[in-house]
């Protein structure tokens, strides 16, 4: 896929104030509610966990994906047409987001629907967009072992995260890993690849251990931790048990100081909202991280605060959310249509678009092609970048090792 400038991605409808420049808030506000679709507007859903474990995380998504859209509309729209959101609450419970998304597809009549965070909740509604030939944009790195022309997957695959992060512990000397997350698909299948990996690398295993999406008794975890003595802590755990799993191996004088944490669900706002000081000095592996330095991503800080105020974290994920809204208006706006087959026929073939994470792309397997960067939390909530990938990583949705002769071919 070809590079071009961020003004060029956009150029179909000359928008001048997004990424680059919007930095007002003042755009007109975006309906969150069911609203009929006419000839001048055109209805997307939205569809995040807003209540239960995972809405610590997902509601800062849906802030971002609804950004994108009232800056769009603020510049003229897409096709000549306003855009209308329909947001829904998944309610961090799969049957909810597999009802929702029907919802939103077949009474709502929405031509594209942007959300999901947990592999769990994706997988729960994958049926129903292969059913109704609808478009999925998942904005979560996840566990791969997945390729359906239903979803675009922009969040990493396990070669962009996991691997890397990987990578990163065994040059460092980590011999000695120690594997905790919850108890539904992403982690359990990253841990399967992380366990591949160790053992192709003749490294040890020193435990493993899951607990319920939600869940908040450590006590045996960290039990098993102090008696395995590992090297490191690889962290897949999701939602609000991040707050109780931190809380309780501080209180257990467990510290990332002495035994290095790598997580890959805990972004700036989760640190916000646990308190810089639980997780000060542990690490973290995103394809973003707000502290970037870059233009763009300055821009795209200062948009979101100006709307939700100063001490706002950005995330990984939100970043996806809302580069995913403007992948779509401008795969729309090549085709011509909102109609699917179209849009999912042109995302492939766009040029490479500048965004506040850098310059990315869609593969022909529908994943992103993008960096990956390891970061370390300071006393602030903010992540200093200790290492990136140095070029864009082409996204596998199969890792060789764990699923060998396994390949996407949509």
Same mark, same amino acid.
Do not use: C, F, M
């Given at each position: 896929m070809r590079t071009s400038s961020f003004g060029r991605f956009l150029s #179909?409808?000359?928008i001048s104030a997004l990424l680059l420049s919007a930095c007002s808030g003042e755009a007109p506000s975006t309906s969150e509610s069911p609203a009929a679709t006419d000839a001048s507007t055109v209805s997307v859903g939205i569809l995040q966990s807003l209540s239960g474990t995972m809405a610590i995380s997902e509601i800062t998504v849906k802030n971002a994906e609804m950004l994108a859209i009232?800056?769009?509309? /603020? #510049? !003229? !729209?897409?096709? !000549?047409?306003?855009i209308t959101a329909i947001v829904e609450d998944g309610a961090s %419970? *799969? /049957?909810s987001f597999a009802q929702k998304a029907s919802k939103l597809i077949e009474n709502s009549n929405v031509v594209t629907v942007f959300g999901g965070w947990t592999s769990a909740s994706r997988k729960a509604m994958l049926p129903v967009f292969e059913r109704t030939n609808n478009l999925l944009w998942y904005p979560v790195q996840f566990e791969g072992n997945e390729c359906s022309p239903n979803i675009m997957y922009s969040g990493a695959q396990p070669n962009q995260q996991i691997l890397p992060a990987f990578e990163w512990a065994v040059e460092a000397g980590y011999q000695n890993y120690f594997l905790i997350g919850s108890d539904y698909v992403f982690p359990r299948t990253a841990n399967l690849i992380v366990k591949k990996h160790i053992e192709n690398k003749e490294l040890s295993l020193a435990g493993e251990a899951y607990v319920p999406l939600g869940g908040t008794d450590f006590s045996g975890v960290i039990a098993k931790v102090q008696a395995a003595k590992p090297d490191i802590i690889f962290n897949t755990l999701n939602g609000d048990s991040n707050v109780a799993f931190f809380k309780q191996l501080k209180a257990a004088g467990i510290s990332s100081a002495e035994t290095p944490i790598m997580s890959f669900s805990i972004g700036e706002q989760e640190a916000q909202a646990m308190g810089p000081s639980l997780v000060e000095g542990s690490y973290a592996t995103w394809n973003y991280f707000q502290s970037l330095e870059t233009a763009e991503n300055s821009s795209f800080v200062d948009a979101y605060k100006a709307k939700f105020g100063a001490d706002a974290a950005i995330t990984d994920p939100m970043v996806h959310g809302y580069l995913n809204v403007y992948a779509w208006k401008a795969a729309a706006e090549k085709a011509g249509s909102f109609e699917? %087959? #179209?849009v999912r026929e #042109?995302?492939?073939d766009l040029e490479a678009f500048s965004t506040p994470m850098g310059m990315v792309s869609f593969a022909n397997n529908q994943s992103l092609v993008q960096k990956a960067l390891i970061g370390k939390l300071d006393a602030s909530g903010q992540f200093e970048i200790i290492a990136d990938s140095g070029d864009v990583?082409? *996204?596998? *949705?199969? %890792?060789a090792l764990t699923f060998p002769g396994k390949v996407c071919e949509l």
């Open positions: #179909a409808t000359a009232e800056e769009i509309n /603020a #510049a !003229g !729209g897409v096709l !000549g047409t306003q %419970d *799969p /049957a699917v %087959d #179209a #042109a995302v492939v990583i082409s *996204p596998e *949705p199969y %890792d």
